[in-house]
Nanobody, 124 residues
Framework: EQLVESGGGLVQTGGSLRLSCTAA????????MGWFRQAPGKEREYVAAINWSGATTDYADSVKGRFTISRDNAQNSVYLQMNSLRSEDTAVYYC??????????????????WGQGTQVTVSS
């Protein structure tokens, strides 16, 4: 499965960005999806997850109340709306897919497919 992220860029502190991730496969509505990020010199960290239908979402404490994950199965896409951005949100953001899995997942090892990443830089 090929995942392609877009929407990253440079934004000032307090600003917003919306990331998109589009899957090439035809069974996207059977995938649990997640967003992760990795800052320079740091390990990859979980950001948010959504189940196959979009009815269940989950967030890391560091982004709860500021980020929103959503999906549009008709568009084979998952989104991450990021508001009130902070300098510590600067990272490469990756989307990931867990095919034919029910629920939401916080561990990277639960996901089988990964996108190439999109850079988000928050400047003060």
């Amino acid at each position: 499965e090929q995942l392609v992220e877009s929407g990253g860029g440079l934004v000032q502190t307090g600003g917003s960005l919306r990331l998109s991730c589009t899957a090439a496969g035809r069974t996207f509505n059977a995938y649990a999806m997640g967003w992760f990020r990795q800052a320079p010199g740091k390990e990859r960290e979980y950001v948010a997850a959504i189940n196959w239908s979009g009815a269940t979402t989950d967030y890391a404490d560091s982004v709860k109340g500021r980020f929103t994950i959503s999906r549009d199965n008709a568009q084979n896409s998952v989104y991450l709306q990021m508001n009130s951005l902070r300098s510590e949100d600067t990272a490469v953001y990756y989307c990931a897919a867990a095919p034919y899995r029910s629920g939401v997942f916080r561990l990277g090892s639960d996901y089988d497919y990964w996108g190439q990443g999109t850079q988000v830089t928050v400047s003060s």
